[in-house]
């Protein structure tokens, strides 16, 4: 067995809010985030807005700032625990082995430097390479991102490239130093869908060929489905549910993914209601009101006394819970092993997968 | 932002606050002025020559404690002091608001409108601004003469164009904004939604602009009034003051100068401790 | 007999009709509103868009950003101004019209906006802003303004107690409802849907879907339904305008498109929607 190229474990991170009257108060915005990624795996972090996915991200990168702080946990990468690290240390990994792109390319390019100077920067950073090489190696990488013209490209100025350009230059300028991990959070989101299919598959393909991890933050399941080879739903700061793309997709177990999935109009017979998840995400609460029953229990269908009471434990025991053969599910979840819930009342599905029910 | 969002976003500085709490000190000192001071400054049969230039501490003549000491003219500082703390702000709120309307007006008219209008309007405050303020009202003040009311007018002559900018800028902005689109689409009348749409979405800005405004205009009225062509002598403001004990400052009566001084500058400094805090909670890009 | 001839002119004329309208950069954009009419426009281009929306009809229109729907929906919604072809309402040129007649046309039409932070006067509680408009037409008198926005605010899933709040005060999903609310109020005919739920999260935007669906039925409002989500457009619309660089360039019944689109554009914007394999 290979240790994962990143462990993140029981991570607990808050914000604190001031308050006059009241002090100030830790939210908890992330609960007992656990999960891991192999290497040149793909990893689809998925949730709605405020649910914790980009802060997930951020943690991982060390770009945490207050009044954010993680409270618990470790995150090891290759080993190390990233947040034992001091900033020099981070920063040599980021960039190099750990590399990042956001929604806005503004974030990653400098809009008064050469798309050239900004590459060759990237690369020098890390590694001693001479200019000329360092710009052979950008000019390849621009290229195998589908841009036309990677010399012309690398003499412009990122306002003169439309925006699914500046993306790929920020994807490119990730991917130069042939990363062991890829954080991607939402960068095809403010683009349209048929230059959001192409970046997608060169992602896909560059990362498999590179044996880069990657992370794909997104909201759109859909999108997920076409990339990743796991996903990790998030709901209200947690994990609500992971495992691989097609078993979660296929069979999500935990309720929220399932209304996730239903929700979208895709599939369903137009003009009809589509089935929807009442009433909305909850605000991060206080810290000291954490944990004080399942998040999603208001929302929830088949929620019980016991969600509104105790909070289901996270994935990782869940399912060695099932393992102890105390649960009606375990023999249907033996044979899908990865695929973890956070749920006192997870979904199960009978043999032929057409029917659902629900665990007493 | 409601009122008590305002209140809380004040409380979570403690400079803010404070700025907050001398503010409101000076202004309730100012507005009880007549109550308070143990002298009427402005009413010269008080007055008397004998008293003048006793230090801090010296009863005077009828027996009256001098707390901040006297003027030349006999004056009770601390009277002085409350009734020119008074006009100062009386002179700066005024031409502040008096300002404020004319610019508000300007503005919004001249986004709303745009072409001649609006170039016409802003290229009259672009060369307004060019000119130094003190050098305007100095003109100004040379043409008209002395008197509180001149200048006033020659403040809210030196002031307007702020206004006009900062709302047009925003005004610009605003309608641009899909609330408009909406009202529009609503069929409301123009007029209907310049002013119950467009105008209060563009006040935030103009609020901060004012607050600070107002210090600067206290503070230009004080140098008017320090070069002797702003207020009569007989009702004297904080810059007149000041200027009244700058001849004997050499000589040891510190006393006549430094006390309006420090009065000015707490004056000044709260409101611009005030203005910045308003700016950091009304501008959402500084939140 | 004239009356009558115009009366059977005005029933079989299509809702709403759009005759070869134009409007480019740099156009003089003679906003329909006099005291902004003098800006440039800037906006992506609409070149001699033609459409016809019938009572009842919902129409989709679909593209990607910059190719112009939106300039096209506030065309058909009578905002911007084209500056050639012709917007017929009921057959007729809404500005041949007297001025009552004219004001109802405009009430008829109302957009229903993608940001619905930005569309919703943030200095408005919830009863002026969906109130304001049908006392100030005099379609309800102001002693029953409270009453008529509580109705409104039930109707789109919003509750009474939310009368007194600002926008600023509701979630994403609830101010979209808001946003509905606020156009129901005048009683219109056509909703004009300017990707109204494009910003909101998976799970809210079924229930505003919901809500539009339910709401299309009870009232036999049509829609022009706006947007570049093409499952979404799907699900609402009877029929479906592909748009790309300001030109209609395919139109025809949803299914009929989405199952055979002729366009190589409409075809490569088919293929490039994420698809969830689904049981």
Known sequence: ?360 | ?287 | MTAAANQNHSISAPLLQLQEVSLRYGDKSKISFKSIGYDKYSGPAVDQVSLQLAAGETLGLVGESGCGKSTLGRIAAGLLLPDSGQRLWCGEDVRQLDAAAQRRARLDVQLIFQNSHAALNPRLRSEQLIGEAPVVHGLIRASERRDWVIQLLQRVGLDASHIDRYPHQFSGGQRARLGIARALAVQPRLLICDEAVAALDVSVQAQVINLLLSLRAEFGLSMLFISHDLDVVRHLSDRVLVMHAGQIVESGATESVYHQPQHAYTRSLLESIPRLARI
């Open chain 1, 1 to 360: 067995m290979n240790a994962p190229l990143l462990q993140v474990e029981q991570l607990d991170c808050v914000v604190r809010q001031a308050g006059v009257l009241t002090g100030d108060a830790d939210l908890a915005v992330l609960q007992q985030l656990d999960f891991s990624l192999q290497r040149g795996r793909i990893l689809g972090l998925v949730g709605e807005s405020g649910c914790g996915k980009s802060m997930t991200g951020n943690a991982i990168l060390g770009l945490l700032e207050p009044p954010a702080r993680i409270v618990r946990g470790r995150i090891l990468f290759d080993g190390v625990d990233l947040l034992q690290q001091d900033e020099a240390a981070l920063r040599g990994l980021r960039g190099d082995r750990i590399a990042m792109v956001f929604q806005d390319p503004m974030m990653t390019l400098n809009p008064v430097l050469r798309i050239d100077t900004q590459m060759i920067e990237a690369i020098q950073a890390h590694h001693p390479l001479p200019r000329k090489q360092a710009l052979a190696r950008a000019a390849t990488a621009l290229a195998q991102l589908g841009l036309h013209d990677p010399q012309q490209r690398l003499r412009e100025y990122p306002h003169q490239l439309s925006g699914g350009m500046r993306q790929r230059v920020a994807i490119a300028i990730a991917l130069l130093n042939q990363p062991a991990l890829l954080i991607a959070d939402e960068p095809t989101t403010a683009l349209d869908v048929t230059t959001q299919r192409q970046i997608v598959q060169q992602v896909q393909a560059l990362c498999r060929e590179q044996g880069s991890a990657l992370i794909w933050i997104s909201h759109d399941l859909a999108l997920v489905s076409s990339l990743a080879d796991e996903i990790c739903v998030m709901y209200a700061g947690r994990i609500v549910e992971r495992g691989p793309v097609q078993a979660v997709l296929q069979q999500p177990r935990h309720p929220y993914t399932r209304g996730l999935i239903d929700a979208a109009p895709a599939g369903h017979v137009p003009g009809q209601p589509l089935p929807q998840i009442p009433g909305n995400v909850p605000l991060p609460p206080p810290l000291s009101q954490a944990g004080r029953g399942c998040a999603f229990a208001p929302r929830c269908g088949y929620a019980s006394a016991r969600c509104g009471e105790t909070e289901p434990a996270p994935p990782e025991q869940a399912v060695s819970a099932t393992h102890r053969a105390t649960h009606p599910a375990t023999h249907h979840a033996t044979h899908r092993a990865t695929q973890r819930v956070r749920c006192h009342h997870p979904l199960v599905y009978s043999a032929d997968g057409a029917t659902e029910a629900i665990t007493p």
């Open chain 2, 1 to 287: 932002m409601s009122a008590r969002e305002l209140l809380r976003g004040f409380q979570r500085s403690h400079l803010a606050m404070a700025g907050l709490s001398l503010l409101a000190l000076l202004l309730l000192l100012a507005l009880a002025a007549g109550v308070i001071a143990p002298q009427n400054p402005y009413d010269l049969a008080q007055l008397d020559i004998t008293d003048g230039r006793l230090p801090p501490g010296e009863r005077l003549g009828s027996g009256a404690l001098a707390l901040l000491g006297t003027d030349d003219q006999g004056r009770d500082m601390l009277s002085a002091i409350l009734y020119g703390l008074r006009i100062s702000l009386l002179i700066g709120t005024g031409s502040t608001l008096l300002a404020l309307a004319i610019g508000l007006t300007l503005g919004i008219t001249a986004a709303w409108h745009g072409g001649w209008i609006d170039a016409l309007i802003m290229r009259v405050a672009d060369i307004q601004l060019s000119f130094p303020a003190i050098l305007i009202a100095l003109v100004l003040l040379a043409v008209f003469g002395q008197g509180s009311d001149k200048i006033l007018l020659a403040l809210v002559a030196v002031q307007w164009a702020y206004y006009a900018r900062t709302v047009r800028a925003t005004a610009l902005v605003e309608r641009g904004r899909e609330y408009i689109e909406a009202a529009r689409c609503l069929a409301l009348p123009g007029w209907r939604i310049l002013l119950w749409h467009l105008l209060p979405n563009c006040l935030p800005p103009l609020i901060v602009v004012a607050t600070v405004q107002v210090a600067s205009a206290i503070a230009l009225e004080a140098t008017l009034s320090f070069l002797g062509l702003g207020l009569p002598i007989t009702e004297p403001s904080l810059g007149l003051l000041i200027a009244n004990g700058f001849s004997y400052l050499l000589s040891g009566k510190y006393w006549i100068s430094l006390f309006p001084g420090l009065a000015l500058l707490l004056l000044i400094v709260s409101l611009n401790l005030v203005g910045d805090r308003l700016r950091d909670l009304l501008d959402p890009r500084l939140q």
